[in-house]
């Protein structure tokens, strides 16, 4: 079974500094997916970014970037600029080819310092 | 914009009881899942339906089951609540996964059992 660890239960940064949170998977397959999801407060799950496994350019959204590293199964998520917004849980996720269900990880809590 | 809606936000309930978490997504989306969060164990997998009245056991189904009698509506049922239940529940959303389709959250149900 596909497994996704998130070694860093908690992570901080001071506002409009740049921080990586870590991500490595497990497994076996080629062709995939890779997801990162914010849960501020409120509870509401919010898709940051996403990565398909066969695409070797790395993914952005504004201040949003990944860095992934296939042969290493990682899949890092870096803030730029970070904002007070930014406080929250984020998730790494997996997904694997055909219809199956998201795998994810424990999550790292990031608080941002002003 | 797509919405996945939970009936409760925040419920409390007796051990014993039967308790149902209502969840109605309005995207006509094949895919619908139950999940739980816990602090430290991030999100698990409870349940999950492709279609109408097809269901499929997640990570950890023991002592729930679901009913999807309509596309739109997916309920986690908890036959006899427990205390070791007390935890948030997320319902998600998506398209049949193609490509790198992603999953709609609802804003969760924190359920604590007494």
């Known amino acids: 079974a596909q497994t996704v660890t998130q070694s860093q239960p908690e992570m901080s940064v001071q506002e409009a500094e740049t921080v990586t949170l870590s991500c490595t998977y497990d497994?076996?397959?080629?062709?995939?997916?890779l997801f990162w999801y914010k849960q501020p407060p409120s509870r509401q799950m919010i898709l940051v970014i996403r990565?398909?496994?066969?695409?070797?350019q790395n993914a952005t959204e504004n201040r949003f970037s990944v860095n992934f590293q296939k042969a290493a199964k990682s899949f890092s998520l870096k803030i730029s600029d970070s904002q007070l917004g930014d406080a929250a849980m984020y998730f790494c996720?997996?997904?694997?080819?055909?219809?199956?269900?998201?795998?994810f990880g424990k999550g790292t809590r990031l608080s941002v310092i002003a | 914009d797509v919405k996945v809606t939970q009936s409760s936000r925040y419920l409390v309930k007796r051990t014993g009881e039967k308790v149902f978490l209502e969840c109605v997504q309005d995207m006509d989306h094949e895919n619908m899942f139950w999940y739980r969060q816990d602090p430290g164990l991030g999100l698990r997998l409870i349940y999950f339906?492709?279609?109408?009245?097809?269901?499929e056991k997640g990570d950890i189904p023991e002592g729930y089951s679901v009913s999807r009698e309509k596309k739109e509506r997916f309920s986690l049922i908890l036959e006899s609540a427990s205390t070791n239940q007390t935890s948030m529940y997320l319902c998600a959303s998506s398209s049949q996964w193609e490509g790198n389709t992603e999953a709609f959250f609802g804003q969760g149900t924190r359920l604590t059992v007494v």
């Open positions: 339906s492709y279609d109408v009245k097809m269901k």
């Open positions: 996720a997996y997904r694997g080819r055909g219809n199956t269900p998201l795998v």
């Open positions: 990565q398909e496994a066969y695409k070797q």
């Open positions: 497994t076996s397959e080629s062709d995939y997916y």
